[in-house]
């Protein structure tokens, strides 16, 4: 059964017969159910779906900060697709049932401002992790200085996130962050910077595995 919530000019949610109605970002859609459903299970449908649930796996740890790491989305996507199409591209290795998240070549932020080139990143011995960038040509061209920095950190096995949308800004060309006590094991961190207006924001680069010893 399809419900009208708003009145006869809302798009209705649910099923008809044979058709299903639904809404995704604010836009309508209808299909068909299917006649009949066959699940054969064949080598590349079960590799499909292994992509599919690691990349969806990394998306939800990631899931605080994928609004702005992805602000430059097409008309009627999310972020999280954005997020999603360019990490299934990208950020897998091997193959099925080998599959596994590469973390080097993960995305946590994407659009059209220079990246900047990553000089160094290290654990200090106070426990903080210092980062260093070059700026690009192209943002020393475009007086880019003041872009934020924004530094993600990421520990899979723990499914700990720690996101920093305003570590510095970009002419600093370093900043240095308190790693957390939640971070208790080995994390992943990288760096992107983002527009003081959130509006855009840059490739992010991977900074480095770390390892944090209690």
């Not at 708003?6 to 299909?31: E, T």
């Not at 009949?36 to 690691?54: E, G, H, I, M, V």
């Not at 600093?172 to 207006?197: N, Y």
């Amino acid at each position: 059964m399809a419900r009208i919530k708003k009145g006869i000019f809302d798009p209705p949610q649910g099923s008809v017969g044979n058709l299903v109605f639904s809404s995704r970002n604010g836009v309508p859609y209808v299909r068909t159910k299917p006649e009949t459903y066959r699940d054969a299970k064949t080598p590349a449908q079960q590799a499909a779906r292994a992509r599919l649930s690691l990349v969806s796996s990394l998306l939800r740890q990631l899931k605080p900060m994928l609004r702005s790491g992805f602000p430059e989305t097409p008309p009627g996507k999310s972020s999280r697709d954005l997020a999603h199409r360019l990490n299934a591209a990208r950020a897998l290795h091997g193959s099925w049932p080998d599959l596994a998240i590469d973390y080097p070549n993960v995305l946590v932020s994407h659009g059209s401002l220079a990246p900047g080139s990553l000089r160094s990143s290290k654990l200090l011995p106070d426990g903080s992790l210092e980062i260093s960038w070059t700026p690009s040509d192209t943002a020393v061209r475009m007086q880019h200085g003041s872009d934020r920095v924004m530094v993600t950190l990421l520990d899979p096995e723990q499914n700990q996130l720690c996101f920093y949308a305003g570590a510095g800004m970009r002419q600093d060309q370093a900043t240095t962050i308190r790693v957390p006590e939640t971070l208790s094991g080995d994390f992943h961190a990288w760096l992107s910077f983002a527009s003081s207006c959130g509006r855009f924001a840059s490739e992010s680069c991977y900074a480095g595995r770390f390892s944090v010893c209690q």
